[in-house]
């Protein structure tokens, strides 16, 4: 398997991981499956202070909550997997797995147009 094929994987995992988030009756997340600051700095093997600049600047995907950072795993991977095929040329601006998750998941409820 190429890279591209991996990449293409892995945003596609993302995308179903983020449909089953948004399907009815979904569970609430696995708190494990959320990362901190400092675990993402230790996957990136960057400095945990240039990771939190990451999420304040909007350039890593994150949520504050009680004014700590977290991410999910399906994100973060999904974030990374966008930015490498975006730098390779593999279709710009590939879709966010959340948004086209949360649409499925919308088509889905929608009632089906008899005819």
Same mark, same amino acid.
């Given at each position: 398997?190429?890279?591209? =094929? @991996? /990449?293409? !994987?892995?945003? =596609? ?15 609430? &997340? =696995? ?5 901190? &600051?400092?675990?993402?700095? !230790?996957? @990136? ?6 990771? +939190?600049? /990451?999420?304040?600047?909007?350039? @890593? ?11 999910? +795993?399906?994100?973060? %991977? %999904?974030? @990374? ?20 998750? %949360? !649409?499925?998941?919308? =088509? ?8």
């Amino acid at each position: 398997m190429n890279l591209e =094929d @991996l /990449l293409r !994987e892995t945003v =596609d995992r993302a995308v179903r991981e983020a449909l089953a988030r948004h399907a009815p009756g979904a569970g609430r &997340p =696995d708190p494990l499956d959320y990362l901190a &600051p400092e675990g993402i700095a !230790e996957l @990136l093997k960057f400095e945990v202070e240039t990771v +939190r600049e /990451l999420l304040n600047s909007k350039h @890593l995907p994150g949520v504050k909550v009680r004014g700590k950072w977290r991410t999910s +795993r399906a994100e973060l %991977a %999904a974030h @990374l997997a966008k930015l490498k095929l975006e730098q390779r040329g593999v279709g710009p601006g590939v879709p966010d797995p959340d948004q086209v998750g %949360a !649409e499925l998941a919308r =088509d889905m409820r929608r009632p089906k147009k008899a005819g």
